[in-house]
Nanobody, 123 residues
Framework: QVQLVESGGGLVQAGGSLRLSCAASGRTFSSQAMGWFRQAPGKEREFVAA????????DYADSVKGRFTISGDNAKNTVYLQMNSLKPEDTAVYYCANRERFWVGLRVGYNYWGQGTQVTVSS
């Protein structure tokens, strides 16, 4: 089992920045990748960004490319999502996810999820 705890969400004006953190605990030695997903009201959950546990590969949704940066600190078992130039359409609950098995691509295969942290961007 892997436990994930997100933090860093909040209310920010459009154009502002936030950094989300996701601390992993438990069986982290078997982790293969960590990802961020988000779900806005009335919408399905969507992929945002992901990184392999080794840090060798990353992937971003087109909607956040160039504005968001994912990074990890293996010593702290923590993954970060730096969000810059935030837009009102980035408003959502952001979820951290972890997977143990290799999948082709970084957007699928996640089996552990955090509780989520709310990000609200005002216009």
């Amino acid at each position: 089992q892997v436990q994930l705890v997100e933090s860093g969400g909040g209310l920010v004006q459009a154009g502002g920045s936030l950094r989300l953190s996701c601390a992993a605990s438990g069986r982290t030695f078997s982790s293969q990748a960590m990802g961020w997903f988000r779900q806005a009201p009335g919408k399905e959950r969507e992929f945002v960004a992901a990184i392999t546990w080794s840090g060798s590969r990353m992937d971003y949704a087109d909607s956040v490319k160039g504005r968001f940066t994912i990074s990890g600190d293996n010593a702290k078992n923590t993954v970060y999502l730096q969000m810059n130039s935030l837009k009102p359409e980035d408003t959502a609950v952001y979820y951290c996810a972890n997977r143990e098995r290799f999948w082709v691509g970084l957007r699928v295969g996640y089996n552990y999820w955090g509780q989520g942290t709310q990000v609200t961007v005002s216009s």
